[in-house]
């Protein structure tokens, strides 16, 4: 499949997730309209990340700390993740094997942006700890923010289906950034029918997978009739392709509570 055929049958799609969205407006409850479009995005994630990964919508994340994340509109899990619940189809999931956090919004404005990006420093906050080390093993490293990693970094990525200019929202973008760590930055913004966010690396003259100190955010125009599937297809695979973890430590997630009354013990 030629890159060219590939960006009509994303067009399609966008045009079709455009009609879908139309048509959730006419529901009543703000609830449900806030279900249908993480649904909708979910569904098209679906198709196209590694099968390795899963996304997964109304979740939160759980650090062996005890803190918690707040709700989450999109999460790439693991598909080893270990279900801690799914009551009425709502997960919680060891921050472990949270690879990435989508933040959907139906209108993208200046106030959505800030919580958005509020949301994905809180989830980047949460420490991840809790793995089995393999004996034998090379230990991996991962390079992103200008650091590098012992485990696989947490992604931020916000998603819209309409809202205000990309350039004022890129603007607004970087009056939030301006004085934070880059590791609280989120990597790229979406919105369908408009275009994207993303940082540039301005020495290699290059776009970044994730954003560095220095790096500048460059606004991307969707072109007409192709809509922003495809780079978002491209920018999915360059974060997930090569996700991984090592093996879940639950031990940790049990340290507070009593794992029963020692009565006997037997010896030879």
């Not at 499949?1 to 009509?8: C, K, V």
């Not at 005890?66 to 279900?83: E, H, K, L, T």
Request: aromatic share 8%.
């Amino acid at each position: 499949m030629t890159q060219e055929t590939l960006g009509r049958i994303l067009g399609s799609v966008a045009k079709r997730m455009h009609a879908d969205f139309e048509q959730s407006q006419n529901f009543k409850h703000n609830g449900e309209k806030g279900t249908s479009r993480e649904t909708l995005v979910r569904d098209f994630l679906a198709g196209y990340l590694p099968s390795h990964v899963e996304a997964i919508h109304n979740a939160e994340i759980i650090a062996a700390t005890g803190s918690v994340s707040p709700q989450c509109d999109i999460v790439i899990v693991d598909r080893g993740a270990p279900p801690f619940t799914m009551l009425e189809g709502y997960r919680i999931i060891p921050n472990e094997c949270l690879y990435g956090v989508i933040e959907v919004k139906s209108s993208l404005d200046s106030a959505a942006l800030v919580d958005a990006c509020e949301k994905i420093a809180k989830v980047r906050k949460l420490r991840k700890t809790a793995y089995r080390p393999v004996p034998g093993l090379i230990p991996r490293t991962a390079q992103a923010y200008g650091r590098t990693y012992d485990h696989f970094p947490t992604s931020g990525i916000v998603f819209a289906f309409g809202g205000n200019q990309l350039e004022t929202l890129g603007t607004r973008l970087m009056e939030w950034c301006r004085g934070r760590d880059p590791e609280e930055w989120p990597d790229s913004v979406w919105v369908l029918g408009k275009g994207h966010l993303q940082w540039w690396d301005p020495r290699a003259r290059r776009l970044l997978r994730s954003p560095t100190a220095g790096a500048t955010l460059m606004q991307v125009d969707a072109l007409p009739g192709h809509d922003i599937l495809l780079p978002l297809v491209l920018h999915l695979n360059l974060h997930f392709s090569d996700a991984w973890m090592d093996p879940l430590d639950l031990f940790p997630y049990s340290a507070a509570t009593s794992l029963g009354a020692l009565q006997n013990q037997w010896s030879f």
